[in-house]
């Protein structure tokens, strides 16, 4: 099992470029949440997913993030126009079930400049 | 309502001690509460977790002590080692049916040699 992977690992972007942000969860996981780490808010829940379907999104700063899953094994995480603000680390999760033992990927860095 | 407060939010022990961190919650319909661990660059990993009908589950030298009346639970890392220097996060799942995760704001462990 390999994992959560989320691509890429690190990103740099100047202001006002779109980013995308990719996250493939583990097999048979039917729940995935997208979340992002700052110092100054912690852990922040953006939007999660379940079996593929947009559960909740009241997380999502504004407009300019969007997220699908088309499939079970693919999500994006879309920032458009990209701000200063908007550098952070961006995290998928997954979990098989009701949120039992989320296994987060190793994140996404980026940086707005 | 919604919220996790975490204290403190950084803690230095030395080794062979005993790190205690604390978390509150509101939100009598909370009912599950993990604790996850995250090294510099990694993805948060699941460390322990208790139900709020046991007040208290070991594994190894991690203990959560669970007070459902005072809605307080804290996580001890008895014989602290430098390899247990890491970030701690106590989250509660906000519903059964979705499995979403409301984290506390994090502590950071420094455990000196």
């Known amino acids: 099992d390999a994992g959560v992977i989320q691509s890429p690992r690190h990103e740099v972007t100047e202001m006002g470029q779109e980013v995308t942000l990719r996250c493939k969860p583990i097999s048979g996981h039917n729940s995935l949440f997208w979340y992002r780490q700052t110092m100054m808010r912690g852990l922040e829940l953006l939007i999660y997913?379940?079996?593929?379907?947009?559960?909740?999104d009241s997380g999502m700063p504004e407009d300019r993030f969007s997220a699908k899953m088309p499939n079970a094994s693919f999500s994006t995480l879309k920032i458009q126009p990209s701000e200063p603000r908007d550098s952070a680390v961006y995290f998928c999760?997954?979990?098989?079930?009701?949120?039992?033992?989320?296994?987060f990927g190793s994140g996404t860095r980026l940086t707005v400049v | 309502q919604q919220q996790v407060k975490q204290s403190p939010q950084s803690l230095i022990v030395q080794k062979g001690g005993i790190s205690i961190i604390n978390c509150a919650y509101e939100n009598t319909a909370f009912d599950y509460f993990p604790w996850y661990q995250q090294f510099p660059g990694k993805g948060p990993a699941l460390l322990i977790a208790?139900?709020?009908?046991?007040s208290e589950k070991k594994e190894g030298r991690f203990t959560i002590s669970f007070n459902k009346s005072a809605k307080q639970f804290s996580l001890h890392i008895m014989d602290s080692q430098p390899g247990d220097s890491a970030t701690y996060f106590c989250a509660a799942r906000g519903s059964s049916n979705t499995g979403k995760l409301i984290f506390g704001q994090g502590t950071t462990l420094q455990v000196k040699p």
């Open positions: 999760a997954s979990s098989h079930g009701q949120g039992y033992g989320y296994t």
């Open positions: 208790i139900r709020p009908d046991v």
């Open positions: 997913f379940n079996n593929n379907v947009p559960i909740d």
